[in-house]
């Protein structure tokens, strides 16, 4: 159990980064999901001995599925909650892929998975986003849950609809002093990109600043990370396609 919180952890320290999102929708009502959290931009810009600090805290190269390292602690998985076993149910449809290069000053986690359906997917982002705010919390990381805002999915085959559920306000948690300036700051300098993939040509789309794929079937958007700390409903759109 104490390796998942890690690797939630690991998630949650590169909160203050690009993040690269795509998403297939298929045919079959399929889905498949990719997110990438890109810090290379901030490794960049520390120093030396930090850099040396994250080499032993990270391995510099690793691919692994939370499946097979659920099984591997399948003993004691068996003593958990109902909860927490529905969790390690959910995370199984989860590859990860963690690099680090110290050298190169790149840093990044993309984490993947095949999902039966939408609604299958928004139960797993939701359960992950309640685990990242448990973590967040046992480890005084405010900042990265209040950034975490949830995303519900819908697909019919022609129609998709992305809706943002939004964390609270992040000026009033300024002014109570609940987040740090300088960690805001930093984290307001990435960015986020998203494609989304289908089947079929799209024939329209809620936001006008989207562009396209050659091929008319993926749609491209980039957002400033202030959309997403204060704006998030930014984020919602709607496609329709052939």
């Not at 790149?106 to 039966?116: E, I, Q």
């Not at 990381?141 to 943002?164: A, C, L, P, T, V």
């Not at 700051?185 to 396209?212: I, Q, T």
Request: charged share 25%; hydrophobic share 35%.
């Amino acid at each position: 159990m104490r390796i998942i919180y890690s690797l939630l952890l690991t998630v949650l320290l590169l909160s203050s980064c690009s993040i690269y999102e795509e998403v297939y929708f298929n045919e079959d009502m399929s889905v498949k999901y990719r997110m990438k959290y890109d810090a290379s931009e901030m490794m960049s810009m520390v120093s030396a001995s930090s850099l040396s600090d994250y080499g032993k805290l990270f391995p510099s190269d690793s691919v692994f599925s939370f499946a097979d390292i659920i099984a591997e602690y399948r003993d004691s998985t068996k003593t958990l909650s109902a909860e927490d076993q529905q969790m390690m149910e959910d995370l199984k449809s989860f590859t990860c892929q963690l690099s680090n290069d110290t050298v190169a000053k790149t840093f990044f986690v993309l984490v993947s998975g095949n999902f039966d359906d939408t609604a299958t997917l928004n139960r797993i982002l939701k359960t992950i986003s309640e685990q990242k705010s448990k973590t967040a919390e046992e480890s005084g990381r405010s900042i990265s849950d209040r950034f975490d805002n949830i995303s519900e999915y819908f697909w019919d085959g022609k129609n998709m609809k992305r809706i943002i559920q939004p964390k609270d306000h992040i000026e009033q948690q300024l002014e109570e002093g609940s987040i740090d300036k300088n960690m805001m700051d930093l984290f307001s300098a990435g960015k986020m990109v998203v494609k989304y993939h289908f089947p079929r040509r799209v024939v329209n789309v809620s936001n006008p600043d989207a562009l396209f794929s050659q091929d008319g079937k993926t749609v491209v958007v980039e957002y400033p990370a202030t959309d997403f700390i204060d704006s998030a409903d930014k984020i919602n759109i709607e496609i329709t396609t052939e």
